[in-house]
């Protein structure tokens, strides 16, 4: 074990091939296509794949808060524009 990365690696090659997600919606997916394989794969560790869970989620959650965040500021960059034009 070399690095941190090393000390998690699974011995079994991850065959998933999926491009960078971009909305919120292919997060989810990729995150479900990720927990599927770590179900289906015995060979993961119970601890790494409660750790990857716990991360998988709490990314989905900051996402979900900057996704309401940005239309909320969108909202009022709409309003003080339209103030401005009257």
Known sequence: MNTLFDAFKPEVPIL?????PITLRQINKVA????DFIEKCSEVDELFSYQLD??????LILATELVHAMRDFS???QAEFASVRR
């Open 16 to 20: 998933i091939n999926f491009s960078m």
């Open 75 to 77: 909202r009022t960059k």
């Open 32 to 35: 479900g296509r990720v927990t």
């Open 54 to 59: 716990r991360f998988m989620r709490g990314s």
